[in-house]
């Protein structure tokens, strides 16, 4: 099992950069891939980004390619999503999440086992 911390999240204004850390327990964390998911109030849960235990695969969602970066270091339990050129639309709660099976990089949320408690991003126009 593997449980999964968020951080990094808060207020920034359109343009601006944020990055996101996940955190990971457990000493299995560099077999997992991980993704994140974002949810604005009202509105589906929505892939943004995907990585293999290996760094190998690497996904992401149409609406944030060429702005969004996902990495990960498995020394440190963590995986990273470095956010630049933010649009008041990229506004929700970011969630990380682990799959088991980590070599695939999914893209659908129920491909994922374990989820953190997300963090907020906010981007003001």
């Known amino acids: 099992q593997v449980q999964l911390v968020e951080s990094g999240g808060g207020l920034v204004q359109a343009g601006g950069s944020l990055r996101l850390t996940c955190a990971a327990s457990g000493r299995t964390f560099s077999n997992y891939g991980i993704a994140w998911f974002r949810q604005a109030p009202g509105k589906e849960r929505e892939f943004v980004s995907s990585?293999?235990?290996?760094?190998?695969?690497?996904n992401y969602g149409e609406s944030v390619k060429g702005r969004f970066t996902i990495s990960r270091d498995n020394a440190v339990n963590s995986v990273y999503l470095q956010m630049n050129s933010l649009k008041p639309e990229d506004t929700a709660v970011y969630y990380c999440?682990?799959?088991?099976?980590?070599?695939?990089?999914?893209?659908?949320?129920?491909?994922?086992?374990?989820w953190g408690q997300g963090t907020q991003v906010t981007v003001s126009s």
């Open positions: 990585i293999s235990w290996g760094g190998a695969r690497r």
């Open positions: 999440a682990a799959d088991r099976q980590g070599s695939r990089a999914g893209v659908l949320s129920l491909q994922y086992d374990y």
